[in-house]
């Protein structure tokens, strides 16, 4: 048996790049609506975290209305640039980057709001700007907390498959990954193969679950101190 | 060197009234929790916005809601000791310091700069320790060098020593008055301890439900409170309403009572309170019948509660102060007290 190690390289790409991506767009707005007024506030959190109780299948439907080759962004991206927003590997980056957004969302939204904000403030009275006190006091106090929700997002970003196998569909060597191989296999009775990638897939979610314990238990005991 | 601060603002249902002037030394904020007084500091500060009013430090306008003046916290110069000390905790004291003085450019002044306050505040030991690794008393330390490098026009302290064990407290106590006798600019000390604020202060202002009272200095303010609120909060225990009834005699219905006083009373008294240090069992001036009622035993004094005859049963019994070897074997039948000690309210 020889297994064709494309669905893990795919996989690696498409959560890395769309964790990076999340990454900064969560924090910046985690950061952001923490200032607006309380309905603002509600209002963009629902719509911010519907995607993680969304079954993934209306999120993949949903991003086919306005990716779609006849849709609006769709058919202007291909119009302009002449690049297909679905059916592709790089499709699937939209898909789960938008179902891991709340994640991030969430998790850099608890640590800010639990930064003691008389840091900020002595830190403006000492003269020093807003942007050194985000990326130099903001950022690495809430570090921990920041990092376990990106180590999570990576983690499900690995994991999706709802979403992505409705947008990019399943095309080996081009647009295949884990999750989308696991189900092709199993459905082409290929056992032992589907086996295999089910053994990987538990051991890189196992390490990066590891790696979460690991970050929350030190953010705990940096607290207590 | 002056700080002129005019301003107010509501929050919920509370209304803060700050109009105050202190000009050099230290000037205590003196209040209960929840008077208004660390929310005063942080309009100062520029880090909370008033509905109103302006402040005016050595001559330079930080807030003027009229002129649309409004600093912001990095253009005011004022030092903010936050009750918690807001150490940055992933900086070690070193870095915590050196942020104070990253207005300094050139980097061999920096370190000098650096250098000596770590030595003049006794930390070189632990400069490369983080803050949640040092004392409470090296934390406050830290948190006064990265003030003081920084050269602030005004110095504000918020209960500075709320957050330490009480043993630490007074020999802080200390060190901070010997700190502060060298900085130039004024000093604002916001407490709720009337003890902290008579040793560390030269003159207070009280605030009393968001609304401050002028600057007095503080030996005259605690000899003569003038007020309902001054008096609770400079520690007098006997306070009741009384009305004029001489001029050197005031009457007060509550206690039952008629007390002859050493001061001119003024028409509009509205109140008399005396300390319970000073009743006494020699003088014959004041003296009235009592009655006991109930003791407090405390580590070097005796704490006596007692009622005049005659007094309404809705007024709380009267304190008497005294030293543990000056109780006398039984309860006297009467009680005096000097009429310089009688105290008069006027609001």
Not at chain 1, 1 to 29: C, E, H, Q, Y
Not at chain 1, 157 to 169: C, F, P, Q, W
Not at chain 2, 175 to 195: A, Q
């Amino acid at each position: 048996m020889k297994l064709d190690w494309f669905p893990l390289w795919n996989s690696l790409r498409i959560a890395l790049i769309s964790t990076i991506m999340v990454f900064f767009l969560g924090i910046f707005a985690a950061f952001k609506i923490a200032k607006y007024p309380r309905a603002v506030k509600g209002f963009l959190d629902v719509f911010l975290t519907l995607p993680l109780v969304l079954p993934p299948t209306v999120v993949g439907y949903l991003l086919l209305r306005v990716l779609g080759p006849n849709r609006i962004v769709g058919k202007w991206v291909l119009s302009v640039f002449g690049l297909k927003l679905t059916m592709t590997w790089y499709s699937a980056i939209f898909a789960t980057g938008v179902v891991i957004f709340p994640l991030m969302y969430r998790t850099a939204r608890g640590a800010f709001e639990s930064f003691d904000q008389t840091l900020a403030f002595s830190a403006q009275t000492l003269g020093l700007s807003n942007t050194w006190i985000f990326w130099r006091i903001r950022i690495p106090v809430c570090r921990q907390g920041i990092l376990a929700g990106t180590v999570l997002s990576f983690a499900r970003a690995l994991g999706e498959y709802g979403a992505t196998s409705m947008i990019t569909g399943y095309t080996p060597g081009r647009t295949a990954t884990i999750s989308t191989t696991v189900y092709q296999l199993w459905r082409t009775n290929s056992d032992a193969e589907a086996f295999c990638w089910v053994m990987v897939n538990l051991a890189i979610s196992a390490m990066v679950l590891l790696a979460v314990n690991m970050l929350e238990e030190r953010q705990k005991r940096r607290l207590k101190a | 060197m002056s700080l002129e601060v005019n301003i107010e603002k509501n929050f919920g249902a509370f209304h803060l009234k700050a109009h105050f002037l202190t000009e050099g030394s230290v000037t205590g904020i003196l209040g209960a929790s929840g008077s208004g007084k660390s929310m005063t500091l942080k309009c100062i500060a520029g880090i909370e916005t008033p509905d109103s009013g302006s402040i005016v430090l050595n001559g330079k306008t930080l807030f003027d809601s009229e002129k649309h003046i409004n600093l912001p916290p990095q253009k005011r110069q004022v030092g903010y000791l936050f009750q918690n000390y807001a150490l940055f905790p992933n900086m070690t004291v070193k870095k915590n310091i050196l942020c104070g003085l990253h207005a300094v450019k050139d980097r061999s002044e920096r370190e000098a700069l650096l250098k000596e306050a770590l030595r003049r505040f006794q930390l070189e030991d632990v400069s490369d320790h983080k803050p949640s690794e040092i004392s409470g008393g090296q934390a406050q330390r830290t948190a006064l060098a990265r003030i003081l490098v920084s050269a602030p026009k005004l110095l504000m302290l918020d209960e500075p020593f709320s957050a330490l064990d009480s043993h630490l407290r007074l020999r802080l106590q200390l060190e901070l008055k010997e700190t502060l006798s060298s900085y130039k600019g004024p000093v604002l000390m916001v407490t709720h301890s009337r003890d902290e604020a008579y040793r560390m202060c030269g003159s207070i202002t009280i605030t009393d439900n968001g609304v401050f009272s002028p600057v007095r200095e503080t030996k005259p303010l605690f000899a003569d409170p003038g007020s309902f609120s001054a008096a609770a909060i400079t520690g007098c225990k006997n306070i009741a309403a009384a009305v004029k009834t001489g001029e050197y005699e005031v009457e007060v219905p509550e206690w039952n009572v008629r007390f002859r006083t050493a001061r001119k009373v003024r028409d509009g008294l509205k109140g008399v309170a005396f300390r319970a240090h000073y009743l006494n069992t020699r003088t014959n001036e004041n003296r009235f019948p009592v009655l006991f009622e109930s003791e407090l035993e405390e580590p070097f004094e005796w704490v006596l509660l007692f009622r005049y005859e005659g007094q309404s049963p809705e007024s709380s019994p009267i304190w008497w102060r005294l030293p543990k070897d000056k109780r006398p074997q039984v309860f006297p039948k009467e009680l005096g007290i000097a009429p310089a000690n009688i105290l008069l309210l006027y609001e």
